[in-house]
């Protein structure tokens, strides 16, 4: 994404994320890793469990202070991390390093 934005353009990631909050965290774990997936799979009349992986790919990807220092080391600076819904997404800004071109 740096290397496509001018320098001082700005980047938006809106991901899920892990809530920071223990009772919250819990309480979305248990929901994420067992009825979401069977809901999912119910609304899709899947029954390959095809739901099962989304869990695993929220818990895995970086969020909070990894996912800052991760925008940080691919060159943009200005990192503004926003939780939303008691931290279940979370919207991080950036800008890319450098001076903004006139």
């Known amino acids: 994404m740096a290397r ?22 819990s309480f979305y774990l248990w929901y994420f890793r067992r009825v979401l997936p069977v809901i999912g799979n119910a ?33 943009f600076d200005r990192v503004e991390q926003i939780p939303l819904t008691f931290g279940i997404a979370a919207l991080t800004i950036a800008t890319r390093a450098g001076s903004a071109a006139a």
Do not use: C, H, M, Q
């Not at 009349?45 to 691919?74: C, H, I, Q």
């Open 4 to 25: 496509v934005l001018r320098p001082g353009g700005r980047l938006a990631i809106l991901e899920f994320s892990i809530p920071a909050n223990p009772a919250v965290r």
């Open 43 to 75: 609304v899709a009349r899947n029954a390959s469990d095809a739901y099962t992986y989304l869990n695993k790919s929220v818990e895995e990807f970086p969020s909070g202070e990894r996912l800052a220092a991760l925008v940080r080391s691919a060159g």
